[in-house]
């Protein structure tokens, strides 16, 4: 396996830090600022100014839907290799993602709709997706289940004629809280006496469908990460046509797995990002602070604690590629152990490394003059979203188990202990 970027991606990452200098750290706290300013106007939900102004920059710069791999409608699409170093460096700040339209659930569910949907139904959502005309939301967990074990889901699309008519309740619908969101891709039952995993399906729902309520928004360690939001919706007999459906009845399951590795693997490549920030900022501020007579920096604990970090951000990364690489080469199919390791593997990661830098900074870590604890909510937070880590160690583990098992007419020799 050959990791070394190639010429196209060094010129794209040169362009992409350089954007990420001149447009958004120098607007990181107008950004917050903006939201601020329309909550006390009371309505947090509007679209920041900020961020629709470098959309236009960033579609200029050549720096927009990199994501996509293999589209005829996006071809300045990357290989998941190829597109890992550059989602990183989006990753290290919160909203910079969506300015190169590279931001979840965006992404997936552009994704889905290119591999899965209707030439009809992309030229009605995928396209205006792919221009950052409209957002969009993924509706699969639901408050009443554990949504960890989605066979569990219980929302209802029933065939009624020429439509279907879904009633359920939603919850975690991140994007729905978005005024700009016009469309759900929902996950539901269609036939409960099919197999456990021919019982789901997927359905395209337009997010102003008659019967659609969004209840309310479910905050993140007290953040409710407005303009964007994560919803309780509720669907209450809505009706689409019976062409919304996504490859067909009981086609669910096939398609989230294909949905899920590259919104899991993009996951992981913007926690190196926000992991690599979170250690510069470490660093930068032991090298200024002086405690009982000297820089903290020459604490023998913050120098094991920053070369422990170096080495877990390198196996993260390096873990990270190996995935990208087998999806490119073999499929996510394939690649579902490597994408399971990464899975657990980087947010824990994450969360540790701004951990100890939240420490570093003392009362200031947890204050909102640093990035670090809204860094600190979403890493965190990422260790439920896309699966649990317990489901995927449940998936690893099982998958090692099945290495060992005896092959047909092997005899399993007892291992015992020489006396």
Known sequence: MDFEYSPKVKDMQTRLLAF??????????????EIAANRAKGNAWVPTQIVEELKPKAQAAGLWNLFLPRSKRAPQGLSNLEYAPLCEIMGRVPFAAEIFNCSAPDTGNMETLERYASESLKDEWLEPLLRGEIRSAFLMTE??????????????????GDH???????????????PRCAVYIVMGKTNPDAGR??????????????????????????????????????????RVPVDNILLGEG????????????????????????????????CQRLNTRV????????????????????????????LTLKAAYMMDTVGNKVAKAEIAMIKIVAPQMACQIIDWAIQAHGGGGVSQDFPLAYAYAHQRTLRLADGPDEVHRNSLAKLELAKHLAMPGEIQMPVTRGC
């Open 251 to 282: 086609r669910g399951f096939e398609i989230a797995q294909g949905r899920l590795g590259p919104g899991r693997i993009h996951h992981c490549m913007r926690t190196i990002g926000i992991a690599e920030r979170a250690l510069e900022l470490m």
């Open 20 to 33: 990420m200098d001149e447009h958004i750290y120098p607007n990181e706290a107008r950004f917050f600022e």
């Open 143 to 160: 408050p009443d289940v554990a949504s960890s074990d989605a066979t569990n889901i219980e929302c209802e699309i029933r065939r009624d």
């Open 164 to 178: 279907y008519v879904i009633n359920g309740r939603k919850w975690w619908s991140s994007g729905a809280g978005d």
């Open 197 to 238: 995993h021919e019982q789901q399906s997927m359905i395209v729902v337009p997010a102003n469908a008659p019967g659609i309520t969004v209840v309310r928004a479910l905050s993140v360690f007290g953040y409710d990460d407005a303009p964007h939001g994560h919803m309780e919706v509720t669907l209450k007999n809505v």
């Open 291 to 318: 405690a009982f007579g000297r820089e903290v920096a020459r604490q023998t604990v913050w120098q094991e604690r920053i070369a422990e970090s170096r080495c877990m951000i390198e196996q993260a990364r390096l």
